[in-house]
């Protein structure tokens, strides 16, 4: 399941690389992703869903804000750097941060293997940004700002992911809600901060989703199919064990987004995702 919705993860994020989007195309995908899957979700939750409480109602309403917040981001780290970037970073990042923050409040400790996955994903982003040529005084300074910027919203993306990932393995593990209903409830609750950018100019987002509409349509079909994977297989396996686990797609990411979206460097790149693949493994072993 985690394989499968790595692929569809990856696959998914390439469509929105290309879409171009600002925050009136998460708008588009929401729409989407109600239209397509309020079927499902209605037959599934219509004895269940009464039953929830205030403490349900409130981690899907949190859950929904920080999703938002983190397509917002995912999308901005595209429309100003490669995806061969944003995504490795992004992906590559979130194990890294849930780590680091597990050792400052929760006093735990790295093994030299945990140590051995931080070295890998450090040399990934590092391979990522540009390697050695980083050193060299003729780096083109257009280039390496495309890169660094590529690395801040990817870094920014991952913090996000962190986030949501704990909350959402929290809601389904602990809280036992069906993934696909706090899926679908998450993407109806946060329709209203996505409508905000629409709302502000209707003529330039009809423009837009013109131009748009296809890809939406992957994003909105495809993500949450992926995604849902992802939280079944937290409900029936440790979350230390999924997460990482997730970030097999950074290398479909690399090898499939490099090739169909031509960005340079991509064989750097997909060393780099290669390490902060194996990074993070490590990190989960360690």
Same mark, same amino acid.
């Given at each position: 399941?985690?394989?499968?919705?790595?692929?569809?993860?990856?696959?998914?994020?390439?469509?929105?690389?290309?879409?171009?989007?600002?925050?009136?195309?998460?708008?588009?995908?929401?729409?989407?992703?109600?239209?397509?899957?309020?079927?499902?979700?209605?037959?599934?939750?219509?004895?269940?869903?009464?039953?929830?409480?205030?403490?349900?109602?409130?981690?899907?309403?949190?859950?929904?804000?920080?999703?938002?917040?983190?397509?917002?981001?995912?999308?901005?780290?595209?429309?100003?750097?490669?995806?061969?970037?944003?995504?490795?970073?992004?992906?590559?990042?979130?194990?890294?941060?849930?780590?680091?923050?597990?050792?400052?409040?929760?006093?735990?400790?790295?093994?030299?293997?945990?140590?051995?996955?931080?070295?890998?994903?450090?040399?990934?982003?590092?391979?990522?940004?540009?390697?050695?040529?980083?050193?060299?005084?003729?780096?083109?300074?257009?280039?390496?700002?495309?890169?660094?910027?590529?690395?801040?919203?990817?870094?920014?993306?991952? +913090?996000?992911?962190?986030?949501?990932?704990?909350?959402? $393995?929290? *809601?389904?593990? #602990?809280? %036992? &809600?069906?993934?696909? !209903?706090?899926?679908?409830?998450?993407?109806?609750?946060?329709?209203?901060?996505?409508?905000?950018?629409?709302?502000?100019?209707?003529?330039?987002?009809?423009?837009?989703?013109?131009?748009?509409?296809?890809?939406?349509?992957?994003?909105?079909?495809?993500?949450?199919?992926?995604?849902?994977?992802?939280?079944? +297989?937290?409900?029936?396996?440790?979350?230390?064990?999924? $997460?990482? *686990?997730?970030? #097999?797609? %950074? &290398?479909?990411?690399? !090898?499939?987004?490099?090739?169909?979206?031509?960005?340079?460097?991509?064989?750097?790149?997909?060393?780099?995702?290669?390490?902060?693949?194996?990074?993070?493994?490590?990190?989960?072993?360690?």
């Amino acid at each position: 399941m985690v394989l499968t919705g790595a692929l569809i993860h990856a696959l998914w994020n390439i469509a929105a690389k290309k879409a171009g989007g600002d925050a009136r195309f998460t708008f588009f995908c929401a729409v989407t992703m109600f239209v397509f899957w309020s079927p499902l979700s209605i037959w599934l939750g219509w004895h269940v869903v009464p039953t929830w409480g205030w403490l349900e109602w409130t981690v899907i309403a949190i859950s929904g804000f920080v999703h938002w917040v983190y397509f917002v981001c995912l999308l901005t780290g595209y429309r100003k750097s490669d995806l061969t970037v944003v995504y490795p970073v992004a992906r590559g990042s979130a194990p890294l941060l849930s780590s680091g923050v597990a050792v400052i409040v929760f006093g735990e400790k790295f093994s030299a293997f945990g140590a051995l996955g931080i070295a890998g994903v450090v040399v990934g982003v590092f391979l990522i940004a540009g390697g050695p040529a980083l050193f060299r005084a003729a780096h083109d300074p257009i280039k390496r700002e495309r890169i660094t910027s590529g690395m801040f919203w990817g870094a920014l993306t991952g +913090a996000l992911i962190a986030c949501y990932t704990i909350l959402d $393995a929290w *809601a389904v593990k #602990v809280l %036992m &809600l069906s993934p696909i !209903l706090f899926d679908y409830w998450c993407n109806v609750l946060r329709m209203p901060y996505s409508s905000i950018a629409v709302l502000k100019d209707i003529p330039q987002a009809r423009r837009l989703w013109v131009l748009q509409w296809k890809y939406a349509l992957i994003v909105g079909i495809f993500s949450p199919m992926g995604y849902v994977l992802v939280l079944y +297989a937290a409900q029936i396996a440790p979350v230390s064990h999924v $997460a990482p *686990a997730r970030e #097999v797609s %950074m &290398l479909f990411a690399a !090898l499939i987004g490099g090739q169909l979206l031509g960005e340079s460097d991509r064989g750097l790149r997909i060393l780099g995702a290669c390490c902060i693949a194996a990074g993070v493994m490590a990190l989960a072993l360690g």
